[in-house]
């Protein structure tokens, strides 16, 4: 009897403490979301849902988001997510997208308009260009993410699997 | 721990008796020839041939600009009858007949000169991994310190470079005197096993004929497997060690494989580009012969020749012949399309595949002691299967020479090397994508830094015109003030900057 | 492509094999048909526990039977039982280092502990008087192999009592008894010392280092594991002294050479690298000089084994870390 008494009082003594610290020392959250934006892929293409590769992370660090949302990062990303955050490791959900190769994208110089609305589109800069002038992208800067696709009035943007 | 800081510093390998080299022999010229175009990256050779071309021996089917591009040159006389598949396909004529176009060399050279001679006969490293020569001089410093010339091969299959020595020594030797003078290199030092007696005779013999130029170093090194690779070389020659992350070229050593030389001095003293090489063929039955090959002679061609004179026996049982090149180390399995190339130093005519399953490590530390760099292969095993970067970067998985010594003495039979090459790939890979994503996330942060300046920036802008609005025409009026003012300053450039405007 | 092995796994096995012969030998001459018998089952049973583990882990029997490392583990666990012990006392210990020891980490490489000290340790606690107790035959007598037979398969000795008279102990156990009761050591010399170190096992100890030699010399084995051991049971002798007659009685008794150059040069269970084999080999010297001077096990090499072995992992970072230490 005297036995389990000791254990509980102990387990009650050391549950409190542990209580009392885990709300003294709050978890350290913003070098969470910097480790989380480490092992995202940056393509900044908010096929996730949200803005760009750090809001994404931001929102899985505060549970908010799954972490079955980033298709360019691929079933690689989603492990190595899984494993950081202490979650179960799920195929990657298709409504946000597929994982695809890497690719750049390539505009067709010749039936570019000069608009500037890719430019304005480009999430990493990596178009340039001037008004009525043509425009071309930065290969080595280009992370594939797509979206200066719609915006083109021409469509003259092709997606090329990477070099 | 410095009580059991134990000083190993044998050399470690592999040990083999090997034979002397055999003579070289020739092989009738085969009726197709097949050159290859090279191509760096998105370069490709331009063509300087067509379909119906003749051609004479030595002359240039490409041309190129780019030093990362190889040019390639007819190994014999005959008419392009195929371009297709990146190779030209030359129908021989049987005549040989040589090119009158050569330019030979007799002045000295400078480094300038002896780079373009290098890139214009399309010279190779010919160790196996095929480096531009021009290349590499040209990404020496400005003042290199050590010529190292590799006459070591220490595969116990390969033979070529010793027959080489014996059969041109003089023209090697005359060709790294070149090489060294046109480079400004004061040190030269050539590097060879101890059992090649013949070949050391006759170097030191040409060595005697050029006392009158620089001297030349000859160390003679244990024969061993891998003392050739290059690093490994280098510190046995002169207990120099490289740094880890840096070429040789760029560290002023000029490392050059003496066929390599020989090649050189072949383009500079006959004009005559590298179109044939010595490569060791090992037969069936386990004996090597050298032969004399073309650039371009398919394989099958030497396989019909050495079948040719295979015991009767052996041909009635039709094995499957399996052909590898690159010795017994370093093999890789070629198909039945491959041709004769300036890195085709062996080739391996064998009946058997020689695979064999591999069983769990036993952690026996075989591969560890045996590791010519001292890495630990069977942590490094442990690692790259379950691909800990971390660890791998831990263990130096960079500085593993795949010399495949590891391979060798694993009683388990596991493909270490095969999977540190892949480790290495998916790392760099990884690394390069982490660069990639840097990059990118440093970008877009920079621009969203400066969208947000621009909002507002363009607020303030907003309620200044608000106070006072610019309206085109107080602009112009600015400016016709503007150009008042200056007329007024300088009355004698008036007209000329009214001109201008 | 695959580079040809020089010598595989079961070379290296068969090669441990060759080498265990002149001990094997010896040990046959000195305990006659139970020490067969030993042998039998414990090369028996490790083969067919081996095959079951091996099919139920879906790997290849056949592969897994033919690297022969069951066999030399059996062997060596029947080379460190005393004779005519109850059978299953030889299975129980032969279960254990194959099934426990060895296929629960994962087979053939993965495993921490030594197998077959990991199953003497196991019979040795469990039965401590069975295994300190060795039969020895009195002069001009031997055993059929009936004898041997019933008093193994029929549940022990003392159903045959004509038997007790042979019951004796080993020299060092029985060194160990009279130490207790502070019998002077000079009387004993003659009833415990053989010719040149403990009697009986003297010879056993010579025949082991002649067939370690051996393996050195095939570079099987390292020289610095065995090395390491002698040093750490001399230098601890030499330095403490002990309750024994000489340095020459502590290396050519008890299980000294068979520890030095079959036990901890089992690969899987050593540390690789040389600097890690020196110290892994002179502190299980030093453990089982400790252990046998005052610990209350008369020879326990397999302890000092096993405790060593926990270290193996941390011995082999140490190697690691030298020999990966960057040039720049």
Redesign the interface.
Known sequence: MTGIAVITILAVIIGAILGYASSWFPADNDSLVEKIDRLLPQTQCAQCGYPGCRPYAEALANGDAEIDQCPPGGSEGIAALAALLDRKVIPLNPQYGVEKPLSVAVIREAECIGCTLCIKACPVDAIIGAPKLMHTVIYDHCTGCELCLPPCPVDCIDLVSDV | MNILHLRDNRQRGLHWSKPRARPIETLPVPDTLYIPISHWQQTTAELLVTTGSTLYKGQPLTRSYNHNVIITHASSSGEVIDISDNRIAIKTDGRDEVSDELTKTTDSLSRQEITDIAHRNGLTGQGGAGFPLARKIASLPQQPQLLLVNAAECDPDIHCDDALIQAYAPLVVESVLTIAEACEIDRVVIGIENDKTRSIEQLQQAMARQTARQNIELVTIPSQYPSGAENILLQLCTSEQPGPHESLASAGILSMNIATCYAMGQAVFNGMPPISRITTVVTPDGRHRNFKLLTGTPVNHILDYVAYERPIASIEQEVPLHVTQGGRMMSEALDTQAVITQQSNCITISNTKGVQSSVPCIRCGACSDICPVRLMPQHLHKAATHFDAQQLDNLNVDRCIECRCCDVVCPSAIPLTAQFIQAKEHKHRQNNEQIAADLAKQRYDKRQRRLQKERSGKRRTSLKEKAAPATPQSRKDLIAQALKRSAKKKPNDAADNGSSH | ?????????S??MLLVLLALLPGFCVFLYLTGWGGVINCMIAIVTALIAEAVAVRLRHGSVR?TLT?Y?AVVTAILLALCLPPLLPWWIVSLATLFAILLAKQVY?????NLFNPAMAGYALVLISYPLDLSTWLTLPEGFSMSLSDALSIVFSGGLSQSEQYDALTGATALSRLYDLNLQSVDLAQLAPEISGTFGARYSEWLNLAFLIGGLALVFLKVI?WHLPVALIAGVATCDLLIGGPYPDLTFHLFGGATMLCAFFIITD??S??????AR??FGFFTGLLIYLIRSFGSYPDSAAFAVLLMNCCVPML?R???H???R???
Do not use: K
């Open positions: 492509m695959n580079t040809p092995t020089e010598r595989s796994v070379d290296v592969i690297d490392s994962g087979g053939l490489g993965q390292t690969p899987v050593a540390p690789a690298g040389n600097r020196l110290i082999d140490l190697d690691n030298i020999n990966s960057p040039t720049r």
